[in-house]
Structures are given as structure tokens and as C-alpha cells.
């Protein structure tokens, strides 16, 4: 079975700083593994996503997460945080193109002035 | 650039009755879903929709619901007879590679 865990329920930093949120990965397969994001009142939005190519994946708004076998992780991080980053982050499972996407509990990100 | 749709973005019902909410997935795309976000907890799956056919439904995804392709365009999710436990906010998504999601229906039943 697959499953994902998210570390933190709620992260906070101030503007500029680095942001770190952390995501553990179980599952029998080769997994894809994603990064979603959902602002306030807003829908789902893909922020990157790995899929055994690269480790290192890049995303949008400076985003990136390296897929670490060995730890069964897959952190999300971004040097220097700014107040449009705060939201709710979901790490996302996924066996199979087409298979279904199973969420881990969310993050939410908070970002100080 | 082509986005997954949602109506209506709200929809209040009473118990009991009958409700159906409505997705237009991205035209390409082959594989239909539909999950939900029970307020303050995590999204999840409820049923996953290919070739006019379900391929994968979740427990949760019991005999008070059902999707269907009406037409070319529409991906739908009817619940029979809802319960105040349906009250959640629903995503349909499509996938050609990575799945879309739209910007969901919030469900409230009362």
C-alpha cells in the first residue's frame, strides 16, 4: 500500500528565509511522487512533480524537492520564502500514470513580514 | 492555457435529497477523477473514470454514488441521497500525464 507523511502540520518563517517541508513516501512501487499547492479558497495546483528521471526536480515559483530512495523522502524547499508562498502544501503519491493520487495530511505554510 | 472547470462553486442542499455536480476535464485527457476534502482534513480519492467506465473506485465511493459521461465534454458525480457527512468540497481532476484539478464545488449539506 502507499501512503505519504507529512512531518509538519504547520510551518512557519519569515519573509526571505528558506523554506523546508518535509515529506516521507512509502510504497511497494516505483513511485511518482508530487507537490501540490492550495491557496485559500482556490483549487489544486501542481507545483512539481518526479517521475524517475531526475532527483532533483524543479517546480514553479522558484520551488524544488529532491527524491532521496534511500531516506523514502521527497522535501520540498525554496531559498527565500515571500508572502504570496503561504498556503497549504500537499505531498502527493502515485503508483501508475492514471492511478490514483493519494494525499498526505498538508502542510500549511505560514510567511512573517 | 486549457483548465479543468467546475459547477456550480457552491451548492447547498437538505438531506436526503439529490445532488449532481459537474466538471468539464481538459478536452485531451483520458482519465477522469473525482476526490474530496472534508473541511480541515486531507483530500481523497473517491473514484477514477476511463474509457467510459470506472477503473478504480475508493470505500468510500458507495452505492449513493455515481459518475457518468453524459456527452463528450461533461464528467459528472451524482449523489442519491445525501447525508451531512457529504459535506465537503469536491475536485474533479484529469490527467493526459499529471492530473489537473479543478477549482472544486463545495457541498454543503444541511
Known amino acids: 500500500a502507499q501512503s505519504v507523511t507529512q512531518l509538519d502540520s504547520h510551518v512557519s518563517v519569515s519573509e526571505g528565509t528558506p523554506v523546508l517541508l518535509r515529506c516521507n513516501y512509502s510504497?511497494?512501487?516505483?513511485?511518482?511522487l508530487f507537490w501540490y499547492v492550495q491557496h485559500p479558497n482556490k483549487g489544486l495546483q501542481l507545483l512539481l512533480k518526479?517521475?524517475?528521471?531526475?532527483?532533483l526536480v524543479k517546480g514553479i515559483n522558484g520551488f524544488e524537492a529532491e527524491f532521496k530512495k534511500s531516506e523514502t523522502s521527497f522535501h520540498l524547499t525554496k531559498p527565500s520564502a515571500h508572502m504570496s508562498d503561504a498556503a497549504e502544501y500537499f505531498c502527493?503519491?502515485?503508483?501508475?500514470?492514471?492511478?490514483?493520487?493519494?494525499f498526505g495530511q498538508g502542510t500549511e505554510l505560514s510567511v512573517k513580514p | 492555457e486549457p483548465e479543468v472547470t467546475q459547477t456550480p462553486s457552491h451548492q447547498v442542499t437538505q438531506m436526503g435529497q439529490e445532488v449532481i455536480l459537474r466538471c468539464v476535464p481538459i478536452?485531451?485527457?483520458?482519465?477522469f477523477y473525482w476526490y474530496r476534502q472534508i473541511l480541515g482534513q486531507k483530500v481523497e480519492f473517491l473514484v477514477s473514470f476511463y474509457n467510459n467506465e470506472i477503473s478504480e473506485k475508493s470505500e468510500i465511493f458507495d452505492d449513493q454514488f455515481s459518475v457518468e459521461r453524459p456527452d463528450g465534454s461533461n464528467f459528472t458525480l451524482k449523489i442519491r441521497s445525501t447525508k451531512l457527512e457529504d459535506s465537503a468540497m469536491y475536485f474533479c481532476?484529469?490527467?493526459?500525464?499529471?492530473?489537473?484539478f479543478g477549482p472544486g464545488t463545495r457541498l454543503t449539506v444541511t
Open positions: 518526479y517521475t524517475s528521471a531526475a532527483t
Open positions: 502527493v503519491v502515485s503508483n501508475s500514470q492514471g492511478g490514483k493520487l493519494i
Open positions: 478536452s485531451n485527457h483520458l482519465y
Open positions: 481532476a484529469s490527467t493526459y500525464y499529471e492530473q489537473y
Open positions: 510504497s511497494s512501487y516505483s513511485p511518482s
